[in-house]
């Protein structure tokens, strides 16, 4: 995956909502640093707004959220309208972690998250290297399409 | 005898204060008029007259220095992208540089923007917005937008360091003169306001002292170094950090309320100071300034009337509120107007705490609970000034006033409102000589006789 310049993408990184867990975002920043990201990390306790704001001033081309307390989905609802509203129609939306309470079939969670216009969605325990693998994909096929 | 001359170009008056500069004290003082709008000689001559009859004769200053708040101060309007990110950045470059903010706007400029903008015939602008590699086409289009307007002030710029050339050479080609400098916001959540402070600073002298017609007396003085409010602010920043085998005051809060605005200068990291708290938003600069501009005695006494509520402020000054009403259509229909009688200087008085203790508040952080799955956290915005040493209480309204003390006291902390992380217990000092502006004047070419000069006249009032 040579195809796409690391270097050149921002992503923005945070744990949405009233959620304290920091130690697996830290972790996704870090890595995400490592395999050549431009990384601005928002840290606990992220209202929607904010990963909004600081993808705006930032210029990001994608934002990965993290939820981990099982309110991910309540947080989340009307993230993609949100920087749509905010003229960010194109840009990434990734999200990861504990989404939700309880036994549920991955599958059926997942879709629930890319149906509120998540490109990606990550089950808790993915490793970095996985995400950056698609992240390479999704960012070399828009260069293709864009 | 080796003496300092330092001036203070007001709005009301001009005023002087010599310096010893081999034990930091005054030996006179002179007043005179603000004659700004004639010849700013006028005023200085008279107040040189007044000083020289104090003195006998006047000393050869080795330095003559001034500040200047007069012709309406430094006026300055901010341009941002995001209001809570660079365009919030922006905002505190220019208050850190002593401005008077007339406008501060975010995000693309509208039209309607622009003609507010015109109407408000700033100074200087201030430009910014995206941090370093981020947005860059917001700058560069408000920059377009500023240049077709025809806006021919100097303008800063602050921003995306990618962009700012393209700005620079937009503006420049509209006939703006114009200073790049570092990003207020080079990354994301990292302020840097200094460079852009400095900017401005320097423009302040090289065109603005010109611009109002100050340096017509320039014979009478070597140089017009800043306005006075970052004279003060410089003044707090001397107090605070001490210089060489002489202590500062440590984390300090300078107050001044004045006849149409009240100003809060902090000297402190406001890091949070009470266990397991988490900080939350953009980190706070070390020195910071706010301007309320709908608190001031005069201007703004109905604006305070309305923020504290008539009936709290009479029942503060023990009198009806009819009475109190009557007073506060006096004070602000009579701007120069001095309280008269026992009744005005209690409201006076009441009126003072009431803008104290809302600018604090303003000026302080918070707390806020957030309920977590964890149990709640505390969540602090802003600074924690709850162990600041030192409160210092500077202007005509608290230097004159009834009761200082008191009103500096409003300030403080209220053990109901622990969400409120004001000042708990600091010393509290009066500028009752009026030298703060002086000693920040002073502070970087004579920065011991300075601090000695703030320390000994910082009155103690507690």
């Known amino acids: ?31 995400l640093e490592e395999a050549g990201f431009k990384v601005v990390t928002l840290g606990a306790l ?53 989404l939700v309470v309880g036994k549920q079939e991955w599958s059926e969670v997942e879709g629930r998250f890319l149906g509120m216009g998540f490109d990606r969605a990550f089950a808790n325990a993915t490793r970095v290297e996985d995400v950056v693998e698609a992240l390479d994909k999704d960012f070399a096929a828009r260069k293709k399409s864009g | 005898m080796s003496a300092a001359l330092l001036i203070d170009f007001g709005s009301t008056f001009t005023k002087l204060r010599a310096i010893d500069l081999a034990d930091g004290n005054i030996i006179g003082s002179g007043q005179g008029p603000s004659t700004v709008e004639t010849d700013v000689t006028e005023g200085l001559s008279t107040a040189l007259a007044d000083l020289e009859g104090h003195l006998g004769a006047l000393p050869n200053f080795k330095h003559r220095l001034a500040c200047s708040s007069a012709a ?21 470059a220019a208050l850190g540089a ?42 560069l289009e408000n920059a377009a937008k ?35 400098t570092e990003n207020v916001m080079p990354e994301f959540g990292v302020l840097n306001v200094e460079p852009a402070r400095a900017a401005i600073r320097q423009v302040f002298i090289d065109r603005i002292v010109h611009a109002k017609g100050i340096d017509k007396a320039a014979a009478l003085f070597d140089a017009v170094l800043m306005p006075t409010p970052a004279a003060v602010l410089e003044g707090a920043r001397l107090l605070s950090a001490g210089h060489g085998d002489i202590a500062g005051l440590g984390p300090l809060v300078v107050v001044d309320v004045g006849g149409a605005t009240t100003d809060v200068h902090s000297v402190a990291d406001g890091a949070p100071t009470k266990e397991g708290v988490i900080a939350h938003g953009l980190p706070e600069p070390h020195l910071k300034r706010t301007v309320e501009g709908d608190l001031g005695m005069r201007i703004n006494a109905a604006a305070i009337a309305e923020a504290a509520g008539l009936e709290q402020l009479a029942a503060g000054a023990g009198l009806a509120v009819a009475r109190a009403e009557e007073i506060l259509q006096m004070l602000s229909a ?53 162990q600041i040493k030192t409160l210092i209480g500077t202007g005509g309204v ?11 006291m409003a300030t403080l902390a209220d053990p109901l409102v622990p969400q409120s992380l004001k000042p708990q217990a600091p010393d509290i ?12 004047l002073l502070a970087e070419r004579e920065p011991e006789a300075a601090l000695t000069l703030g320390i000994r006249h910082m009155h103690s009032v507690t």
């Open chain 2, 98 to 139: 002593g401005a008077k903010l007339t406008g501060a706007f975010s995000y693309g400029l509208t039209k309607g923007d622009i003609a507010d903008i015109e109407r408000l015939a700033p100074d200087i602008i201030l430009l910014a917005g995206g941090t370093d590699g981020g947005n860059a086409e917001v700058i």
């Open chain 1, 1 to 31: 995956m040579s195809s796409i310049n690391r270097e050149s993408i921002t992503l923005v990184t945070g744990v949405i909502g009233a959620d304290t867990h920091i130690v697996g975002n830290r972790i996704l920043s870090m890595g």
């Open chain 2, 334 to 386: 009579d701007i120069e107007r001095l309280p008269d009688g026992e009744d005005e200087q209690r409201f006076d008085q009441t009126l003072a705490e009431a803008a104290l203790k809302i600018a604090m508040t303003r000026h302080a952080g918070s707390l806020a609970i957030v309920q977590t799955v964890a149990g709640p956290v505390s969540v602090q915005t802003g600074k924690d000034l709850g």
């Open chain 2, 72 to 92: 309406g101060g430094l006026g300055m309007v901010t341009v941002g992208l995001v209001r809570e990110l660079t365009a919030e950045a922006a905002k505190q």
């Open chain 2, 429 to 440: 000092r009066l500028d009752k000589d009026y030298v703060l502006f002086a000693v920040g």
């Open chain 2, 398 to 408: 608290l230097a004159h006033g009834k009761n200082p003390a008191a009103a500096l």
């Open chain 2, 146 to 180: 500023l240049a077709a307007a025809g806006l021919t002030c100097p303008v800063v710029i602050a921003g995306n360091r990618e962009a700012a050339e393209e700005v620079a050479a937009l503006l420049e080609a509209a006939g703006s003169p114009v200073i790049v």
């Open chain 1, 46 to 98: 992220t209202p929607a707004a904010e990963f909004v704001k600081a993808a705006i001033e930032t210029a990001a081309d994608g934002i990965m959220v993290s939820s981990l307390y099982g309110q991910g989905e309540l947080d989340c609802r009307g993230f993609r309208d949100l920087c749509i509203e905010a003229g960010l129609d194109g840009i990434l939306l990734y999200i990861g972690g504990s």
